[in-house]
């Protein structure tokens, strides 16, 4: 669901 | 490091049956289940993206047991007034983690 790495694992940004 | 947790006992125990309510799958909340969790606490959006930061210490974008102790910590704390730090220090690391 969220691609590796980068700070889109972050459900608030 | 020998640093007892921050999240004293009877506190983890409050939290881990907030995290148990959530409906965690496989010991794990995805951001979807925590994230109006947090959003019900009212803080700026801005706060709890540095709440999630630093309590998704794998960077998963999910929080297991631990680092949702962590996150709802911060948010307690950051509740009281105290500001949210912009690294998380060592005695909030969950020992489990360490």
């Known amino acids: ?13 | 490091v020998d640093i007892p947790w921050v999240v004293k006992p009877e506190e983890k125990l409050k939290f881990d049956s907030i995290f148990d309510s959530l409906g965690p799958v496989g010991g794990i909340l995805t951001g979807d289940k925590v994230k109006p969790v947090l959003l019900n606490s009212k803080l700026p959006v801005d706060i709890l993206g540095r709440v999630w930061e630093l309590s998704d210490l794998d960077r998963d974008g999910m929080l297991d047991r631990d680092e949702f102790s962590v996150a709802m910590y911060l948010v307690y704390r950051a509740l009281e007034g105290e500001p949210v730090p912009m690294s998380l220090p060592p005695p909030l690391v969950p020992p489990s983690k360490r």
Do not use: H
Request: no cysteine.
């Open chain 1, 1 to 13: 669901q969220y691609p590796a790495g980068g700070s889109s694992t972050n459900p608030f940004l």
